[in-house]
């Protein structure tokens, strides 16, 4: 009887999907952490502007992620309200075009479908999906991407994860959770005029009368 119910748990455990592991990130500059599956490689860069360059495992459907920042300045003086506004500004949909036409890999960029009021991390961003042939190793391949961008709070992010356009819905989820764990600092205060308590928490609020302060109130 031990044997079968011990042979039922082996199979039980053999059946239920693995635990991921994960790896959290942070920028050492702008403090944007951005969590990924652990078994995706980080590759180096020599531009200032990419921040974070990720590839699937054994660059599996060329699949990769790309978070790119620039501090720039503009708008920087803009307040929360106007930061969905200021990002429609700075990336309408040809703006979006040439982020990936940027790439020294890229060419017959398509603009697949473009949408505001999204977010990355705290800040107010637009999203894309794009179509574009990349030139790796002497060959052409058809890729699919999201891009997702904001203009905040003086810094041009935007990041982008990629696929051969084949192979998109077999890492669709993966990608949009990696979007989806990117956190940031606040630009703003949390209240709209700026205060993050109130400073009669601290307890007695000590007042002076006169200007001998030989009396006072406490409140």
């Known amino acids: 009887m031990k044997k079968i119910l011990l042979t039922a748990a082996v199979l039980l455990a053999a059946t239920l999907p693995a635990k991921a592991e994960v790896f959290v990130w942070q920028d050492p500059t702008y403090d944007i952490e951005v969590t990924f599956p652990d078994n995706w490689m980080r590759q180096a860069s020599l531009d ?10 054994q660059g599996m459907d060329h699949a990769a992620c790309r978070l790119y920042v620039t501090d720039d300045g ?15 500004f700075i990336f ?22 473009y949408t ?28 699919h991407a ?27 989820s993966v990608i949009k959770g990696i979007f989806k ?24 609020v000590i007042l002076m009368l006169n200007r001998s302060k030989n009396a006072a109130t406490i409140r």
């Not at 003086?154 to 998109?168: F, P, R």
């Open 48 to 57: 200032d502007d990419l921040r974070l360059q990720i590839l699937a495992p």
């Open 74 to 88: 503009r708008f920087k003086d803009a307040p929360a309200s106007a930061n969905m506004e200021v990002s429609n």
């Open 116 to 143: 505001t009021n999204a977010k990355l991390g705290r800040a107010a961003a637009v999203a894309a999906e794009v179509d574009f042939q990349k030139y790796w190793a002497g060959s052409s391949y058809p890729m």
């Open 146 to 172: 999201m891009v997702v961008a904001s203009q905040y709070h003086g810094q041009h992010i935007v990041m982008s994860c990629e696929t051969l356009a084949s192979g998109w819905g077999r890492w669709d």
């Open 181 to 204: 764990s990117v956190d940031m600092p606040s630009a703003w205060a949390i209240e709209p005029n700026g205060m993050y308590r109130r400073f009669q928490d601290d307890g007695g």
């Open 92 to 113: 309408d949909g040809e703006q979006i075009k040439r982020e990936i036409y940027a790439r020294p890999d890229t060419d017959m960029v398509k603009l697949a479908s």
